[in-house]
């Protein structure tokens, strides 16, 4: 099992960059693939990026592609999202999510095993 706490989320303006952590306790990292989701208020929570178990392999949503970047550093059993050109469409508490894989390169949109608590980012105008 694996626990996930999420930081650096906050109130930026519009244009501006924020960068997320999320640092993870328990089993191996390195065995977990990645994910971030995020859910904005009276919406479904949707699918952000993926990164794979080594970080080799990374994938993102239309909406944030090209303008967020997802990373690992499997030492500091923590995964990031580095977020720029942030739109108030971008507002939303933002989760990370881990899946356990043997698969090294596999990348997921879906089937997460463990979550965060969430961090939230709102973005003005």
């Known amino acids: 099992q694996v626990q996930l706490v999420e930081s650096g989320g906050g109130l930026v303006q519009a244009g501006g960059s924020l960068r997320l952590s999320c640092a993870a306790s328990?089993?191996?990292?390195?065995?977990?693939?990645m994910g971030w989701f995020r859910q904005a208020p009276g919406k479904e929570r949707e699918y952000v990026a993926a990164?794979?178990?080594?970080?080799?392999?990374?994938d993102y949503s239309d909406s944030v592609k090209g303008r967020f970047a997802i990373s690992r550093e499997n030492a500091k059993n923590t995964v990031y999202l580095q977020m720029s050109s942030l739109s108030p469409e971008d507002t939303a508490v933002y989760y990370c999510?881990?899946?356990?894989?043997?698969?090294?390169?596999?990348?997921?949109?879906?089937?997460?095993?463990?979550w965060g608590q969430g961090t939230q980012v709102t973005v003005s105008s």
């Open positions: 328990g089993r191996a990292f390195s065995t977990y693939a």
């Open positions: 999510a881990a899946v356990y894989t043997v698969v090294a390169g596999a990348l997921y949109s879906r089937n997460y095993d463990y």
């Open positions: 990164i794979s178990r080594s970080g080799r392999n990374t």
